[in-house]
């Protein structure tokens, strides 16, 4: 019987935390198609050959339904097709919530490569480094057109756009190199926008990302950056980091999961496409019961800076 499980052996290397439940589900609805496949091919040859036509005069049965045989041949796909949407929905609702406290990267892609810069303010590119057993948290965006950021061994995949983030997270389970790609075609050298991920022991890590002998040591930190610009760039008359009530709304814990209102009577999370809007285009979503006289920062700030200011304000 072992050939039979061999051929479902074409997945990568297993390693993410999640990635054996990836396959087992990928697995089942293969195993559930194929069994389809041949159980209807039988079914139907069977019937073509069991009421063939055995006389010239033969007439076909008038038949208009079968209320049993409906009934059967509705519930029952309904509950197979329930089961696998369980398991899928399960494991994606699970990749869509990062954990509090996860490790965070920013990754931004271009054509055609991808920079990575750690919460240090080491910058890489070509590599990605993280340590085992560890969820880190990628949050990406692109510098020019879209590019989707793919680990296979991770079992995960995002679109990375330009002007907004993107995210997905991961806990590495193996020590090893592990080939990333870029899954959406987005030019000439597509099929070159690879990088390596390099899953290495805690103390590896933080050698790696501290070593400031290399080329490319940390210059400042994003959420240092993002301290500057806050005194810099006047959001500090506006904006307190106490908790106190301002011309707007104090940046104290403003990083939450917890709906604010807006305005407009609409609701959201304060996450990191939030934050890059509301700097950008201050006027689209204004926190209820404050005046909408922000000055819009459009073009006065570049991907570094506004990575910094996101990173400054997940520290308060
Ligand atoms: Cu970037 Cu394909």
Same mark, same amino acid.
């Given at each position: 019987?072992?050939?039979?499980?061999?051929?479902?052996?074409?997945?990568? @290397? %297993? /390693?993410? +935390? *999640?990635?054996?439940?990836?396959?087992?589900? &990928?697995?089942?609805? =293969?195993?559930?198609?194929?069994?389809?496949?041949?159980?209807?091919?039988?079914?139907?040859?069977?019937?073509?050959?069991?009421?063939?036509?055995?006389?010239?005069?033969?007439?076909?049965?008038?038949?208009?339904?079968?209320?049993?045989?409906?009934?059967?041949?509705?519930?029952?796909?309904?509950?197979?097709?329930?089961?696998?949407?369980?398991?899928?929905?399960?494991?994606?609702?699970?990749?869509?919530?990062?954990?509090?406290?996860?490790?965070?990267?920013? @990754? %931004? /892609?271009? +054509? *055609?490569?991808?920079?990575?810069?750690?919460? &240090?303010?080491?910058? =890489?590119?070509?590599?990605?480094?993280?340590?085992?057993?560890?969820?880190?948290?990628?949050?990406?965006?692109?510098?020019?057109?879209?590019?989707?950021?793919?680990?296979?061994?991770?079992?995960?995949?995002?679109?990375?756009?330009?002007?907004?983030?993107?995210?997905?997270?991961?806990?590495?389970?193996?020590?090893?190199?592990?080939?990333?790609?870029?899954?959406?075609?987005?030019?000439?050298?597509?099929?070159?926008?690879?990088?390596?991920?390099?899953?290495?022991?805690?103390?590896?890590?933080?050698?790696?990302?501290?070593?400031?002998?290399?080329?490319?040591?940390?210059?400042?930190?994003?959420?240092?950056?993002?301290?500057?610009?806050?005194?810099?760039?006047?959001?500090?008359?506006?904006?307190?980091?106490?908790?106190?009530?301002?011309?707007?709304?104090?940046?104290?814990?403003?990083?939450?999961?917890?709906?604010?209102?807006?305005?407009?009577?609409?609701?959201?999370?304060?996450?990191?496409?939030?934050?890059?809007?509301?700097?950008?285009?201050?006027?689209?979503?204004?926190?209820?019961?404050?005046?909408?006289?922000?000055?819009?920062?459009?073009?006065?700030?570049?991907?570094?800076?506004?990575?910094?200011?996101?990173?400054?304000?997940?520290?308060?």
């Amino acid at each position: 019987m072992n050939w039979i499980l061999e051929l479902f052996d074409y997945m990568p @290397v %297993e /390693g993410s +935390s *999640w990635a054996g439940r990836v396959d087992w589900i &990928n697995n089942l609805i =293969t195993a559930i198609s194929v069994f389809c496949i041949f159980a209807i091919t039988a079914v139907m040859l069977f019937f073509a050959w069991k009421y063939r036509r055995k006389s010239p005069d033969q007439k076909t049965a008038y038949i208009t339904h079968n209320a049993t045989i409906e009934t059967i041949w509705t519930v029952i796909p309904t509950i197979v097709c329930m089961f696998m949407f369980y398991f899928g929905y399960e494991i994606y609702h699970e990749m869509r919530n990062p954990p509090v406290g996860a490790r965070e990267v920013n @990754v %931004e /892609g271009f +054509s *055609w490569g991808w920079n990575f810069q750690y919460e &240090n303010g080491k910058k =890489t590119s070509g590599e990605l480094v993280v340590p085992v057993g560890e969820p880190v948290k990628l949050i990406m965006t692109s510098k020019d057109v879209i590019h989707s950021f793919f680990i296979p061994a991770m079992r995960v995949k995002e679109d990375v756009y330009n002007g907004n983030y993107s995210f997905l997270w991961f806990t590495p389970t193996s020590i090893g190199d592990f080939r990333i790609f870029c899954t959406e075609y987005c030019g000439t050298s597509h099929s070159q926008m690879l990088a390596n991920l390099k899953v290495v022991s805690k103390e590896a890590f933080d050698d790696y990302v501290n070593d400031k002998t290399a080329e490319d040591a940390p210059k400042i930190p994003p959420a240092e950056l993002g301290k500057k610009l806050y005194a810099q760039k006047a959001c500090v008359t506006c904006h307190s980091l106490d908790g106190s009530k301002l011309v707007g709304p104090s940046f104290k814990g403003i990083f939450s999961n917890t709906p604010h209102e807006f305005e407009d009577g609409t609701s959201g999370v304060v996450d990191e496409n939030y934050i890059k809007e509301s700097v950008m285009y201050p006027q689209k979503k204004v926190v209820k019961g404050y005046p909408p006289v922000m000055p819009a920062f459009e073009g006065q700030l570049n991907d570094e800076e506004m990575a910094g200011i996101i990173a400054y304000m997940k520290t308060l």
